[in-house]
């Protein structure tokens, strides 16, 4: 006895939506919108707006360090790296710090001075957005540290 079955005639359409979707490739390593200070909400393409948080952040971090004044002991010409997220509801944080030894022995305030510039900063950033839904998003700050004695 044989039967069949009108699933393989035609295949049902949930069927034919999963193995659509399945055959979608999403990039979970791009967003359509980076994160955004509204400064930066201007900007007419991505790579723009990218560039805008990324010098905002700079220049927002800048201004909360530069008055801050740390004890080294001795000489440091380095390029510490900042992994920074920025979350679903546009909070950033940091979520690892690069350093070496030598900028560790040298400055060991670097680290809470970075955590308390970090807090410091507005909540007003929208966060990244990948097909409209709010993603988090991580960058890699390079900060130069420069201690001459």
């Known amino acids: ?29 791009d967003v359509d919108v980076y994160p955004l200070f509204m400064d930066c909400n201007n900007c ?14 700079i220049r927002r971090l800048q201004k909360l360090t530069s008055k801050t004044v740390l004890d080294a002991t001795g000489k440091v010409n380095d ?12 909070e950033i944080s940091i979520v690892k710090i690069h350093k070496n030894e030598i900028v560790a022995e040298q400055i060991p305030e670097l680290d809470s001075l970075l955590y308390k510039s970090i807090a410091s900063l507005p909540a007003a950033v929208q966060p ?21 004695e």
Do not use: H, W, Y
Not at 14 to 19: P, V
């Open 44 to 57: 007419d393409t991505s790579e723009k707006q990218n560039l805008c948080f990324e010098m905002e952040l």
């Open 79 to 90: 390029t510490v790296l900042v992994d920074i997220l920025v979350n679903t509801q546009g």
């Open 1 to 29: 006895m044989v039967t069949n079955s009108c699933d393989f005639i035609s295949p049902k359409k949930t069927t034919l939506i999963n193995t659509e979707l399945a055959n979608s490739t999403i990039d979970f390593n």
């Open 128 to 148: 990244s957005l990948k097909r409209g839904i709010p993603v988090n998003s991580m960058f890699k700050l390079p900060i130069l540290v420069s201690v001459k």
